[in-house]
Protein backbone atom coordinates (compact mmCIF):
# COMPACT_ATOMS: atom_id res chain seq x y z
CA UNK A 1 0.00 0.00 0.00
CA UNK A 2 1.47 3.29 -1.11
CA UNK A 3 0.38 6.68 0.50
CA UNK A 4 1.21 10.11 -0.28
CA UNK A 5 0.22 14.06 -0.73
CA UNK A 6 -0.34 15.40 -3.30
CA UNK A 7 2.12 18.58 -3.97
CA UNK A 8 1.56 20.87 -6.55
CA UNK A 9 3.01 24.21 -8.20
CA UNK A 10 0.28 26.83 -8.38
CA UNK A 11 0.38 30.56 -9.75
CA UNK A 12 -1.26 33.36 -8.00
CA UNK A 13 -3.72 35.16 -9.47
CA UNK A 14 -4.22 38.57 -7.41
CA UNK A 15 -4.92 41.39 -10.04
CA UNK A 16 -7.59 43.90 -11.01
CA UNK A 17 -10.22 45.61 -9.12
CA UNK A 18 -13.00 42.90 -9.16
CA UNK A 19 -10.61 40.69 -7.53
CA UNK A 20 -9.50 43.82 -5.01
CA UNK A 21 -13.62 44.43 -4.49
CA UNK A 22 -14.18 40.35 -3.35
CA UNK A 23 -13.59 38.81 0.40
CA UNK A 24 -11.50 36.68 -1.39
CA UNK A 25 -9.12 38.22 -3.15
CA UNK A 26 -6.36 35.63 -3.78
CA UNK A 27 -6.93 33.05 -5.75
CA UNK A 28 -4.63 29.66 -6.46
CA UNK A 29 -5.58 27.35 -9.30
CA UNK A 30 -3.55 24.20 -10.62
CA UNK A 31 -4.32 20.73 -12.51
CA UNK A 32 -2.63 17.54 -11.69
CA UNK A 33 -3.11 14.14 -13.06
CA UNK A 34 -2.20 10.45 -11.90
CA UNK A 35 -2.35 7.11 -12.61
CA UNK A 36 -2.51 4.85 -9.59
CA UNK A 37 -2.86 1.10 -9.11
CA UNK A 38 -5.12 -1.66 -7.57
CA UNK A 39 -3.12 -4.24 -5.66
CA UNK A 40 -3.12 -8.05 -6.96
CA UNK A 41 -6.32 -8.94 -5.24
CA UNK A 42 -9.68 -9.46 -6.79
CA UNK A 43 -11.70 -6.91 -5.14
CA UNK A 44 -11.48 -3.78 -6.03
CA UNK A 45 -12.95 -0.34 -4.37
CA UNK A 46 -12.01 3.36 -5.55
CA UNK A 47 -12.91 5.67 -2.71
CA UNK A 48 -13.15 9.51 -3.13
CA UNK A 49 -13.99 11.63 -0.01
CA UNK A 50 -13.94 15.00 -0.85
CA UNK A 51 -15.63 18.36 0.83
CA UNK A 52 -16.02 21.28 -1.40
CA UNK A 53 -16.43 20.31 -5.09
CA UNK A 54 -17.47 17.64 -7.71
CA UNK A 55 -16.83 14.09 -8.39
CA UNK A 56 -16.96 12.40 -12.18
CA UNK A 57 -16.20 8.72 -12.36
CA UNK A 58 -16.31 7.15 -15.14
CA UNK A 59 -15.89 3.18 -15.61
CA UNK A 60 -13.83 1.68 -18.70
CA UNK A 61 -12.16 -1.25 -19.88
CA UNK A 62 -8.65 -0.62 -18.05
CA UNK A 63 -6.52 -2.08 -15.20
CA UNK A 64 -5.78 1.80 -13.89
CA UNK A 65 -7.19 4.46 -11.76
CA UNK A 66 -6.59 7.79 -14.46
CA UNK A 67 -7.05 10.45 -12.22
CA UNK A 68 -7.45 14.57 -12.97
CA UNK A 69 -8.07 16.59 -9.88
CA UNK A 70 -8.65 20.84 -10.36
CA UNK A 71 -8.01 22.64 -7.22
CA UNK A 72 -8.98 25.97 -6.85
CA UNK A 73 -8.17 27.80 -3.30
CA UNK A 74 -9.27 31.40 -2.42
CA UNK A 75 -8.07 33.33 0.21
CA UNK A 76 -8.81 37.29 2.10
CA UNK A 77 -4.71 37.30 2.04
CA UNK A 78 -1.08 36.03 0.62
CA UNK A 79 -0.95 34.73 4.62
CA UNK A 80 -4.22 32.92 4.10
CA UNK A 81 -4.09 31.29 1.24
CA UNK A 82 -0.59 29.89 2.44
CA UNK A 83 -2.44 28.52 5.28
CA UNK A 84 -4.77 26.89 3.52
CA UNK A 85 -2.07 24.81 0.88
CA UNK A 86 -0.56 23.85 4.61
CA UNK A 87 -4.01 23.30 6.13
CA UNK A 88 -5.82 21.30 3.25
CA UNK A 89 -4.15 18.26 2.11
CA UNK A 90 -5.43 15.74 -0.60
CA UNK A 91 -4.01 12.62 0.38
CA UNK A 92 -3.52 9.65 -2.06
CA UNK A 93 -3.64 6.14 -1.60
CA UNK A 94 -2.94 3.02 -4.11
CA UNK A 95 -0.98 -0.10 -4.75
CA UNK A 96 -4.14 -1.57 -2.47
CA UNK A 97 -7.26 -3.28 -2.84
CA UNK A 98 -8.76 0.35 -2.48
CA UNK A 99 -7.79 2.98 -4.31
CA UNK A 100 -8.61 6.02 -2.04
CA UNK A 101 -8.37 9.89 -2.53
CA UNK A 102 -9.48 11.95 0.90
CA UNK A 103 -9.47 15.70 1.46
CA UNK A 104 -7.83 16.01 4.48
CA UNK A 105 -9.19 19.45 6.36
CA UNK A 106 -9.12 20.56 9.69
CA UNK A 107 -12.62 21.09 9.65
CA UNK A 108 -13.86 17.83 9.78
CA UNK A 109 -15.04 16.69 12.59
CA UNK A 110 -13.30 13.75 13.06
CA UNK A 111 -9.74 13.42 10.51
CA UNK A 112 -9.44 10.18 11.45
CA UNK A 113 -9.36 8.63 7.75
CA UNK A 114 -10.61 5.74 8.92
CA UNK A 115 -13.49 6.65 10.61
CA UNK A 116 -17.19 5.99 9.65
CA UNK A 117 -18.14 9.99 10.28
CA UNK A 118 -15.34 11.06 7.44
CA UNK A 119 -17.71 12.94 5.99
CA UNK A 120 -18.92 15.44 9.17
CA UNK A 121 -17.34 18.45 8.60
CA UNK A 122 -17.58 21.63 10.42
CA UNK A 123 -16.05 24.80 8.85
CA UNK A 124 -13.73 26.19 11.20
CA UNK A 125 -11.89 28.89 8.88
CA UNK A 126 -13.58 31.54 7.27
CA UNK A 127 -10.98 33.22 5.52
CA UNK A 128 -9.86 30.50 2.65
CA UNK A 129 -11.86 27.78 0.82
CA UNK A 130 -10.36 25.24 -0.96
CA UNK A 131 -12.43 23.37 -3.81
CA UNK A 132 -11.42 19.94 -5.32
CA UNK A 133 -12.94 18.85 -8.89
CA UNK A 134 -12.28 15.23 -9.40
CA UNK A 135 -12.05 13.42 -12.58
CA UNK A 136 -11.70 9.92 -12.68
CA UNK A 137 -11.87 6.76 -15.36
CA UNK A 138 -11.95 3.49 -13.02
CA UNK A 139 -12.22 0.01 -13.88
CA UNK A 140 -15.93 -0.96 -14.99
CA UNK A 141 -15.94 -3.55 -11.93
CA UNK A 142 -14.52 -1.34 -9.29
CA UNK A 143 -16.60 -1.00 -6.61
CA UNK A 144 -17.34 2.85 -6.02
CA UNK A 145 -17.72 4.82 -2.37
CA UNK A 146 -17.62 8.41 -3.03
CA UNK A 147 -18.43 11.98 -0.60
CA UNK A 148 -19.11 15.61 -1.19
CA UNK A 149 -20.57 17.78 0.88
CA UNK A 150 -20.31 21.47 -0.66
CA UNK A 151 -19.84 23.09 -4.25
CA UNK A 152 -20.39 20.18 -6.73
CA UNK A 153 -22.66 17.35 -7.91
CA UNK A 154 -21.87 13.47 -8.24
CA UNK A 155 -22.12 11.90 -11.62
CA UNK A 156 -20.98 8.60 -12.32
CA UNK A 157 -21.36 6.27 -15.52
CA UNK A 158 -20.99 3.14 -16.80
CA UNK A 159 -19.87 1.35 -13.76
CA UNK A 160 -20.68 -2.60 -12.94
CA UNK A 161 -18.86 -2.50 -9.57
CA UNK A 162 -21.13 -1.44 -6.22
CA UNK A 163 -21.67 1.72 -5.37
CA UNK A 164 -21.92 3.78 -2.01
CA UNK A 165 -22.81 7.73 -3.11
CA UNK A 166 -23.69 10.32 -1.02
CA UNK A 167 -23.55 14.21 -1.79
CA UNK A 168 -24.99 17.00 0.87
CA UNK A 169 -25.54 19.76 -1.04
CA UNK A 170 -25.54 18.97 -4.83
CA UNK A 171 -27.21 16.49 -7.05
CA UNK A 172 -26.26 12.75 -7.48
CA UNK A 173 -26.49 11.21 -11.45
CA UNK A 174 -25.55 7.76 -12.14
CA UNK A 175 -25.99 6.26 -15.61
CA UNK A 176 -25.40 2.97 -17.24
CA UNK A 177 -24.76 1.40 -13.78
CA UNK A 178 -24.75 -2.37 -13.28
CA UNK A 179 -24.27 -2.64 -9.39
CA UNK A 180 -26.04 -2.37 -6.27
CA UNK A 181 -25.85 -0.13 -3.20
CA UNK A 182 -27.01 3.08 -2.04
CA UNK A 183 -27.21 6.72 -3.09
CA UNK A 184 -27.81 9.91 -1.01
CA UNK A 185 -28.80 13.10 -2.15
CA UNK A 186 -29.96 15.71 0.94
CA UNK A 187 -30.63 18.55 -0.90
CA UNK A 188 -30.33 17.85 -4.37
CA UNK A 189 -32.09 15.73 -7.11
CA UNK A 190 -31.01 12.20 -7.91
CA UNK A 191 -30.96 10.35 -11.04
CA UNK A 192 -30.03 7.01 -11.72
CA UNK A 193 -30.55 4.41 -14.89
CA UNK A 194 -29.52 0.93 -14.76
CA UNK A 195 -27.77 -1.07 -17.89
CA UNK A 196 -28.63 -4.11 -16.03
CA UNK A 197 -31.09 -4.29 -12.93
CA UNK A 198 -29.44 -4.56 -9.47
CA UNK A 199 -29.37 -7.99 -8.18
CA UNK A 200 -29.04 -7.14 -4.22
CA UNK A 201 -30.58 -4.47 -1.99
CA UNK A 202 -29.97 -1.25 -2.86
CA UNK A 203 -32.11 2.10 -2.09
CA UNK A 204 -32.43 5.52 -3.28
CA UNK A 205 -32.84 9.42 -1.24
CA UNK A 206 -33.41 12.51 -1.41
CA UNK A 207 -34.70 15.27 1.48
CA UNK A 208 -34.97 17.93 -1.15
CA UNK A 209 -34.44 16.76 -4.91
CA UNK A 210 -36.61 14.63 -6.87
CA UNK A 211 -35.62 10.53 -7.09
CA UNK A 212 -35.91 9.39 -10.77
CA UNK A 213 -34.78 5.91 -11.41
CA UNK A 214 -34.72 3.65 -14.66
CA UNK A 215 -34.51 -0.27 -14.56
CA UNK A 216 -34.28 -2.60 -17.70
CA UNK A 217 -37.48 -4.34 -18.60
CA UNK A 218 -38.38 -7.69 -16.83
CA UNK A 219 -37.58 -5.79 -13.73
CA UNK A 220 -38.44 -7.86 -10.51
CA UNK A 221 -38.11 -6.45 -7.19
CA UNK A 222 -39.73 -5.78 -3.74
CA UNK A 223 -40.26 -2.11 -3.13
CA UNK A 224 -40.64 0.24 -0.33
CA UNK A 225 -41.28 3.83 -0.84
CA UNK A 226 -42.04 7.02 1.01
CA UNK A 227 -42.64 10.64 0.02
CA UNK A 228 -44.18 13.73 1.90
CA UNK A 229 -44.31 16.46 -0.23
CA UNK A 230 -44.20 14.71 -3.79
CA UNK A 231 -46.32 11.73 -5.24
CA UNK A 232 -44.30 8.12 -6.48
CA UNK A 233 -44.79 6.71 -9.92
CA UNK A 234 -44.19 3.70 -11.48
CA UNK A 235 -43.64 2.35 -14.65
CA UNK A 236 -44.43 -1.78 -13.89
CA UNK A 237 -46.87 -3.03 -12.38
CA UNK A 238 -46.80 -2.72 -8.88
CA UNK A 239 -48.87 -4.89 -6.08
CA UNK A 240 -49.53 -3.97 -3.35
CA UNK A 241 -48.29 -5.81 -0.19
CA UNK A 242 -50.79 -6.34 2.61
CA UNK A 243 -48.18 -6.10 5.42
CA UNK A 244 -48.23 -2.32 4.72
CA UNK A 245 -51.39 -1.64 3.08
CA UNK A 246 -54.25 -2.84 1.73
CA UNK A 247 -53.95 -5.53 -1.56
CA UNK A 248 -54.90 -4.26 -4.25
CA UNK A 249 -54.92 -5.03 -8.38
CA UNK A 250 -51.49 -4.69 -10.01
CA UNK A 251 -51.77 -0.95 -10.64
CA UNK A 252 -49.04 1.09 -13.20
CA UNK A 253 -49.21 5.28 -12.79
CA UNK A 254 -49.47 6.91 -9.61
CA UNK A 255 -48.84 4.54 -6.97
CA UNK A 256 -49.48 6.20 -3.14
CA UNK A 257 -49.03 9.88 -1.71
CA UNK A 258 -48.29 9.36 2.09
CA UNK A 259 -45.13 10.12 4.10
CA UNK A 260 -44.79 6.62 5.60
CA UNK A 261 -42.91 3.68 3.91
CA UNK A 262 -45.10 1.67 1.67
CA UNK A 263 -44.48 -1.60 0.04
CA UNK A 264 -45.27 -3.14 -3.62
CA UNK A 265 -43.88 -6.26 -5.36
CA UNK A 266 -42.81 -6.01 -8.95
CA UNK A 267 -43.02 -9.07 -11.27
CA UNK A 268 -42.06 -12.11 -8.49
CA UNK A 269 -40.32 -10.11 -6.50
CA UNK A 270 -36.58 -10.09 -5.82
CA UNK A 271 -34.02 -7.68 -4.23
CA UNK A 272 -35.54 -5.11 -2.18
CA UNK A 273 -35.02 -1.41 -3.42
CA UNK A 274 -36.24 1.43 -1.12
CA UNK A 275 -37.05 5.04 -2.84
CA UNK A 276 -36.92 7.68 0.56
CA UNK A 277 -37.84 10.87 -0.30
CA UNK A 278 -39.34 13.96 1.48
CA UNK A 279 -40.24 16.94 -0.96
CA UNK A 280 -39.70 15.35 -3.78
CA UNK A 281 -41.52 13.26 -6.39
CA UNK A 282 -40.24 9.41 -6.93
CA UNK A 283 -40.36 7.86 -10.39
CA UNK A 284 -39.36 4.26 -11.01
CA UNK A 285 -39.36 4.07 -14.85
CA UNK A 286 -38.73 1.55 -17.56
CA UNK A 287 -35.12 2.38 -19.29
CA UNK A 288 -35.99 3.17 -23.49
Sequence with gaps: ????????????????????????????????????????????????????????????????????????????????????KRDVQLEITDSADIVRLYVNHPGRCNRDRNSDDSSCFSSTNESYRVNFDFDIRVPRDAAIRLRTINGGDINVQN?????DVDNINGSVEMLEMSGSGKAHALNGRMKVTFASNPRNASSFSSLNGSIDVAFQPGLSADLRFKTFNGSVFSDFPVEAQPADFAAGPARVGQIFQKNQFQSGRVGRGGPELTFDGFNGTIRITQAR
Excluded at 52 to 70: M, Q
Excluded at 159 to 163: E, L, N, P, Q, S
Design 159 to 163: VAGDF
Design 1 to 84: MKKSQLALAIVLVCTGSALAQSRFGFQQQDTVRRTLQFSSGVARTLEVDNIDGSIRVTGYDGANVEVSVNRAIRAESPERLEAA
